[in-house]
């Protein structure tokens, strides 16, 4: 269960704004702005915690922390100071607060971190409890595989933010895991018994998807020959993942913003009466929303009602410390898939390759290439060359022995221009010795675009580990040139 916290404050925009920003950390959260009402409260449910102002018309924040230490002791109090009332923070101390902060306060470094602090998140004396709770949890995390510095931070998020019921937005590259990532999302929430339903908002027209999302009346368009519920009312009580939300036209996006906003739509065909559910909103795009809003083809509106927590999903190049588990997890998988053949098995060399092979199609694209490197290999020691092309291309690029020569691939059908665009470049610099003038000669651009280019495509990090693979097979003594 969430931590549940009431705030107290006179002033009514730090309330909604600390409502905001604690939901959204996935706290339970009560506000009031008359300290009067917020004893009323504290008298009638109980709370983790109390975050009060000092300074308050009626009651002061000292006068209302000791009632509340009196109403509630296990209750512990926050509070909220002005520069110049440390006199009276300290006083606030003597009489049971936890701890003070002072106004103006930094929200991300100080206030979030000292609540996560009191609430024992990662307090020193909740440390083997917390080490429980933490096994619990990986239980749970259960087939979502890699455990590398970014994962284990995305998946604490996932756990934190699965608690709550604010809407959360997945963004990230094709192919790493938002769909996963929803999954887990539900798992973990208290919905996990109740229904979750997926709903792929680009493969519908719109008409369609309406109907589909909100149900529709016998009659109300040409095959509708009975009354059907739709997708949110499938969904009562449990989570609805919006997939490629990116994809819905102008058009629908105004009926979706009004769910949102009072989780109550009409079916197609019925405009009196409204329907009433309580859906946890899954987001999940690859495409860049914010980008979307500026050119005029995603309503401002809607995308903060979908944003209210971001969650970005690493790319395979970003957590490739989780290669080594990916790839057993992958053989595994594959080799259960496909009765009649056996686990295979990459050298070191191989896996070398692997790590700094860009990835363009993340995960799905590793998986992909296990799968068919199962399906395809002689034996269980896989070559360069039961690879797919893309990867084959790229081990050349860096000078492996291969096998069988064929011409480098323009790419395939799966490949998108950027992703040959990555490659190329990757390629071109890895041919050269990473000496960037060559390089742009190679691919007939100016140095200037080539470096342009490395950056758009964030490639630096990836180059880097390149150099260093091509360094370590050179031997210590071969200087290496810098990509700079
Ligand atoms: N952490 C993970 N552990 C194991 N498998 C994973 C993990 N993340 C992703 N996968 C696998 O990778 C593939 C792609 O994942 P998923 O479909 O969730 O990606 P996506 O981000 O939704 O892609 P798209 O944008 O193309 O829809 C799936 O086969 C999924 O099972
Ligand atoms: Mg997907």
């Not at 990116?246 to 105004?254: A, K, M």
């Not at 395809?376 to 291969?402: C, H, K, T, Y």
């Not at 992703?419 to 000669?441: H, W």
Request: charged share 30%.
């Amino acid at each position: 269960m969430s931590a549940k916290i009431l705030v107290v404050d006179d002033e009514a925009h730090i309330c909604s704004m600390l409502d905001r920003i604690l939901q959204r950390e996935g706290y339970q959260v009560q506000t009031s702005t008359d300290p009067e009402d917020g004893l009323n409260l504290l008298k009638q449910q109980s709370y983790d915690l109390l975050v009060t102002d000092l300074n308050m018309p009626g009651m002061t924040g000292l006068d209302l922390l000791g009632r509340a230490r009196k109403i509630q002791p296990g209750c512990e109090v926050v509070m909220m100071t002005g520069y110049a009332t440390v006199d009276t923070a300290r006083e606030a101390l003597k009489r049971g607060a936890i701890d003070y902060i002072e106004k103006p306060m930094d929200i991300e470094d100080e206030f979030l971190p000292l609540l996560a602090r009191i609430l024992g998140s990662d307090s020193e004396e909740d440390e083997q409890d917390g080490d429980l709770e933490e096994s619990r949890t990986q239980d749970v995390w259960g087939d979502f595989v890699g455990r590398g510095e970014a994962t284990l931070s995305l998946l604490k998020k996932v756990t934190k933010v699965a608690r709550s019921d604010v809407p959360v937005l997945l963004q990230g590259q094709s192919g790493t895991g938002k769909e996963v990532v929803s999954g887990l999302l539900h798992k973990l929430s208290r919905r996990s018994e109740r229904p979750f339903i997926k709903v792929n908002c680009a493969a519908l027209p719109e008409t369609l998807l309406e109907s589909e999302l909100f149900g529709h009346t016998k009659g109300s368009f040409t095959g509708a020959i009975s009354d059907r519920d739709g997708l949110f009312k499938a969904a009562d009580g449990g989570t609805l993942l919006l997939d490629e939300i990116g994809e819905i036209s102008r058009t629908f996006q105004p009926k979706l913003l009004r769910v949102l906003q009072d989780g109550e739509f009409h079916r197609v065909g019925d405009a009196q009466r409204s329907v009433k559910v309580d859906v946890r909103i899954v987001a999940a795009t690859n495409r860049n929303l914010v980008e979307a809003v500026r050119s005029g083809d995603f309503r401002e509106d809607l995308y903060y009602r979908l944003n209210v927590v971001p969650l970005e999903i690493p790319t395979l190049r970003n957590r490739i410390d989780d290669l080594p588990d990916l790839l057993e997890h992958f053989i595994a998988q594959a080799a259960r898939k496909h009765t009649g053949y056996k686990k295979i098995h990459f050298s070191d060399d191989m896996i070398r390759v692997l790590t700094s092979y860009p990835w363009p199609g993340n995960i799905r694209e590793l998986a992909n290439a296990v799968e068919s490197a199962t399906v395809l290999a002689e034996n269980e020691e896989i070559r360069m060359i039961d690879l797919p092309v893309a990867i084959q291309d790229f081990a050349r690029s860096l000078g492996e022995e291969v096998g069988v020569q064929v011409e480098p691939s323009m790419g395939n059908e799966a490949e998108t221009l950027e992703e040959i665009e990555m490659r190329c470049i990757i390629q071109s610099m890895a041919k050269t010795k990473f000496n960037k003038t060559r390089a742009a000669d190679l691919l007939g651009v100016t140095r200037r675009t080539l470096s342009y280019r490395i950056n758009k495509y964030d490639l630096e990090d990836q180059l880097t580990r390149l150099r260093e693979a091509h360094g370590e097979r050179d031997g210590a003594n071969t200087s290496v040139p810098s990509a700079s």
